[in-house]
């Protein structure tokens, strides 16, 4: 079952339930996906394009948190957290610090890389191969301390 289909079905699943926080924020995620899907006018999304969108709304989320929090707007950030809470249901879990760190030391290698000017090709080749497994902001600080402050 792809993932725009799961979302589908659990929506319905929410909708039966009458869990209307996990229904809304199920029906912002196969909106999103749906968008995505008449770009092309195509009946299903491949995995990977789906987990894209998924990590676009991800970030959304996460900059959202940061900014009701920042203006003390406690029950925006919690409903935020709440959807935050369930897109990451159906994403594939980000590989963690060390594992972060050994793909950055492979692609440093790889470019040749030896200063902080060259950050941009550490990036380039990390998130051309791992794009959607690993966090860029991690590899971006990963890849400042190897290369040097």
């Not at 594939?92 to 972060?100: V, Y």
């Not at 380039?124 to 794009?131: E, L």
Request: aromatic share 2%.
């Amino acid at each position: 079952m792809s993932i725009v289909q799961d979302v589908s079905q659990q929506m319905k699943e929410a909708m039966k339930a009458k869990d209307r926080a996990r229904t809304n924020a199920l029906r912002g995620m196969r909106s999103a996906l749906l968008n995505e899907m008449k770009k092309d006018n195509s009946e299903d999304l491949p995995d990977e394009t789906s987990i894209a969108v998924l990590r676009r709304l991800e970030k959304q989320r996460g900059e959202s948190i940061e900014a009701f929090d920042k203006a003390g707007r406690t029950e925006q950030a919690d409903a935020e957290r709440a959807e935050l809470a369930v897109i990451q249901e159906f994403l594939p879990q980000l590989a963690d610090e060390a594992a972060t760190r050994t793909i950055v030391e492979g692609a440093i290698a790889q470019t040749g890389a030896s200063s902080k000017k060259e950050l941009g090709k550490v990036m380039g080749a990390v998130m051309k191969d791992h794009k959607g497994e690993v966090d860029g902001n991690l590899v971006r600080q990963i890849a400042g301390e190897l290369l040097g402050d």
